[in-house]
């Protein structure tokens, strides 16, 4: 392969994004309550005697200090953040069925909340009322080797339970970015995809089971063990990406895989992100399927560098492929890795270098993971996209978002789960606009984004989720007739709209 370098190092270029003079924005601390126009009633002192009768004192929250921390997710606290009116800390899917009952005897709304690492404002409580955190269910349960799977609370944080399976030599090949915070249960709600699902696919492939609270505040065992159910409707399904809004997880029943016992990775610089997104479609026709396939162009790989304090050698690049290949054969690792890397250097790239030992991959992915945050701190107006498309028109929208750009006066870094199609196009407000033309030129784009996404068969969202975030573009985008559809699937499971309502849609 022509210039294969086997040592990263190098110095990252100092970084080039305007930035904003001051980050009071994100400084700020909101306390916005619900709306006096709310149809649900208020949560009053016989309701909060009862919830504490229900969980214990102690897990019960009405200071408005404490309950700040669980008004926002990881949108802009300052656009959508809502004070609940109540949070309850259940233990036992028992104990969350007995709230669901007092609120919809009540007329209460529920917000269901899992870490808050979410990106869609689904964990808002936008009406007040009781929000149920499941941060004190998340236990394991039960590890069951030989049929390979797991039963797991919906407050576990995935991070550590995909390391509690390793140990025994199994592999949950969910891996959203903030594996780091985030809960089961998010990713459930959410069908959270990540920087393995080009090869694994996210996390409803591994969904064999679930117990849930229904909105009314029955429990109800979907699914199990049994690797085939065609016993009805596949109603576990129906809730994996639903947002919170058909039912609560309190427990999980998951698919396990055989541990892979080799990786490698491969960081490939491009002089363009165009040259970086065409190398995506030959690699995935190359008959070699990645573990990884993440895209950072190099506005984004030098945010997060200096969020980090790290060096990667990209030097002059305009863009970078991330690819990570794995397997239990250490040399058929090693020959798919030579080929990828030759596909790369034939598609244009600059240099590929090939990341052996576990601190540099390490490194490398941690660069990516920490892109959002980097850009949250450097560039806190924005907004953080989740476009999807077919991988092979990944190449037709990366031009168009440069056009968007232009158009509006603001940046567009792009970095994502190239592989799947999915990219997080990220609007950057230009610090010497108003914020009063920010917003005009932000929905202008967003429309305009959107519009382009689904004139290439793709959807607003791949993996983040509709939430609060994207439901007014949503309705305009959708099959009106699939809108219905899912309107009466949420009145005939939640005929008061008490769960997490305003979400997804009105």
Same mark, same amino acid.
């Given at each position: 392969?022509?210039?294969?370098?086997?040592?990263?190092?190098?110095?990252?270029?100092?970084?080039?994004?305007?930035?904003?003079?001051?980050?009071?924005?994100?400084?700020?601390?909101?306390?916005?309550?619900?709306?006096?126009?709310?149809?649900?009633?208020?949560?009053?002192?016989?309701?909060?005697?009862?919830?504490?009768?229900?969980?214990?004192?102690?897990?019960?929250?009405?200071?408005?200090?404490?309950?700040?921390?669980?008004?926002?997710?990881?949108?802009?606290?300052?656009?959508?953040?809502?004070?609940?009116?109540?949070?309850?800390?259940?233990?036992?899917?028992?104990?969350?069925?007995?709230?669901?009952?007092?609120?919809?005897?009540?007329?209460?709304? @529920? %917000? !269901?909340? $899992?870490?808050?690492?979410? &990106?869609? *404002?689904? /964990?808002?409580?936008?009406?007040? #009322?009781?929000?149920?955190?499941?941060?004190?269910?998340?236990?394991?349960?039960?590890?069951?080797?030989?049929?390979?799977?797991?039963?797991?609370?919906?407050?576990?944080?995935?991070?550590?339970?995909?390391?509690?399976?390793?140990?025994?030599?199994?592999?949950?090949?969910?891996?959203?970015?903030?594996?780091?915070?985030?809960?089961?249960?998010?990713?459930?709600?959410?069908?959270?995809?990540?920087?393995?699902?080009?090869?694994?696919?996210?996390?409803?492939?591994?969904?064999?089971?679930?117990?849930? @609270? %229904? !909105?009314? $505040?029955?429990?109800?065992? &979907?699914? *199990?063990? /049994?690797?085939?159910?065609?016993? #009805?409707?596949?109603?576990?399904?129906?809730?994996?990406?639903?947002?919170?809004?058909?039912?609560?997880?309190?427990?999980?029943?998951?698919?396990?895989?055989?541990?892979?016992?080799?990786?490698?990775?491969?960081?490939?610089?491009?002089?363009?992100?165009?040259?970086?997104?065409?190398?995506?479609?030959?690699?995935?026709?190359?008959?070699?399927?990645?573990?990884?396939?993440?895209?950072?162009?190099?506005?984004?790989?030098?945010?997060?560098?200096?969020?980090?304090?790290?060096?990667?050698?990209?030097?002059?690049?305009?863009?970078?492929?991330?690819?990570? &290949?794995? *397997?239990?054969?250490?040399?058929?690792?090693?020959?798919?890795?030579?080929?990828?890397?030759?596909?790369?250097?034939?598609?244009?790239?600059?240099?590929?270098?090939?990341?052996?030992?576990?601190?540099?991959?390490?490194?490398?992915?941690?660069?990516?993971?920490?892109?959002?945050?980097?850009?949250?701190?450097?560039?806190?107006?924005?907004?953080?996209?989740?476009?999807?498309?077919?991988?092979?028109?990944?190449?037709?929208?990366?031009?168009?978002?440069?056009?968007?750009?232009?158009?509006?006066?603001?940046?567009?870094?792009?970095?994502?789960?190239?592989?799947?199609?999915?990219?997080?196009?990220?609007?950057?407000?230009?610090?010497?606009?108003?914020?009063?033309?920010?917003?005009?030129?932000?929905?202008?784009?967003?429309?305009?984004?959107?519009?382009?996404?689904?004139?290439?068969?793709?959807?607003?969202?791949?993996?983040?989720?509709?939430?609060?975030?994207?439901?007014?573009?949503?309705?305009?985008?959708?099959?009106?007739?699939?809108?219905?559809?899912?309107?009466?699937?949420?009145?005939?499971?939640?005929?008061?709209?008490?769960?997490?309502?305003?979400?997804?849609?009105?």
């Amino acid at each position: 392969m022509p210039e294969l370098i086997r040592q990263l190092g190098g110095k990252s270029s100092d970084l080039d994004i305007p930035q904003e003079k001051t980050s009071s924005q994100t400084e700020k601390k909101i306390f916005r309550t619900r709306t006096s126009a709310s149809p649900y009633a208020r949560v009053n002192k016989a309701h909060v005697k009862e919830l504490k009768t229900i969980v214990g004192q102690g897990n019960v929250i009405v200071d408005e200090e404490r309950l700040e921390s669980y008004s926002h997710d990881e949108t802009d606290a300052s656009e959508y953040a809502v004070i609940p009116e109540v949070v309850v800390l259940p233990s036992t899917t028992e104990e969350v069925s007995k709230i669901m009952k007092l609120a919809n005897r009540e007329n209460i709304p @529920v %917000t !269901p909340r $899992g870490a808050g690492s979410g &990106l869609s *404002g689904g /964990a808002i409580p936008c009406f007040g #009322g009781i929000l149920i955190s499941v941060e004190k269910m998340n236990s394991l349960i039960e590890l069951d080797v030989d049929n390979m799977v797991a039963e797991v609370e919906a407050g576990m944080i995935t991070n550590e339970f995909a390391q509690e399976v390793q140990e025994r030599g199994l592999f949950f090949a969910g891996y959203p970015m903030s594996l780091e915070t985030c809960f089961i249960g998010g990713n459930i709600a959410e069908n959270a995809g990540g920087g393995k699902a080009v090869k694994y696919g996210v996390t409803g492939r591994y969904i064999m089971g679930l117990e849930m @609270v %229904t !909105p009314t $505040g029955d429990i109800v065992r &979907l699914g *199990g063990k /049994a690797p085939k159910d065609v016993s #009805g409707y596949d109603l576990k399904q129906l809730i994996v990406g639903s947002e919170g809004t058909l039912g609560i997880v309190t427990k999980a029943t998951i698919r396990l895989i055989g541990l892979p016992t080799v990786s490698a990775d491969l960081l490939v610089l491009f002089d363009t992100p165009r040259q970086a997104i065409d190398a995506v479609p030959v690699i995935i026709k190359s008959g070699i399927v990645p573990t990884g396939l993440e895209f950072m162009d190099r506005l984004s790989a030098q945010t997060s560098c200096r969020y980090l304090n790290e060096s990667l050698p990209y030097g002059e690049a305009g863009a970078m492929l991330l690819i990570e &290949l794995d *397997g239990n054969n250490s040399k058929q690792v090693e020959a798919d890795l030579l080929t990828v890397g030759e596909l790369c250097m034939q598609s244009s790239a600059t240099q590929v270098f090939v990341a052996e030992d576990s601190n540099t991959k390490e490194r490398i992915w941690n660069v990516r993971r920490n892109v959002a945050e980097a850009f949250k701190v450097f560039s806190p107006v924005q907004s953080l996209e989740d476009i999807v498309v077919p991988t092979s028109r990944i190449p037709e929208l990366i031009p168009e978002l440069e056009r968007v750009s232009q158009k509006y006066g603001m940046l567009i870094p792009c970095y994502g789960h190239a592989g799947d199609g999915n990219l997080h196009a990220t609007l950057v407000k230009d610090p010497e606009m108003s914020m009063e033309t920010w917003k005009v030129n932000e929905d202008a784009a967003l429309k305009e984004i959107y519009r382009i996404t689904m004139g290439f068969g793709g959807k607003i969202s791949g993996e983040h989720g509709i939430g609060l975030k994207r439901k007014s573009y949503l309705k305009d985008l959708i099959d009106p007739v699939e809108l219905d559809l899912m309107r009466g699937i949420k009145k005939a499971w939640d005929p008061k709209n008490i769960l997490n309502p305003g979400k997804i849609f009105d």
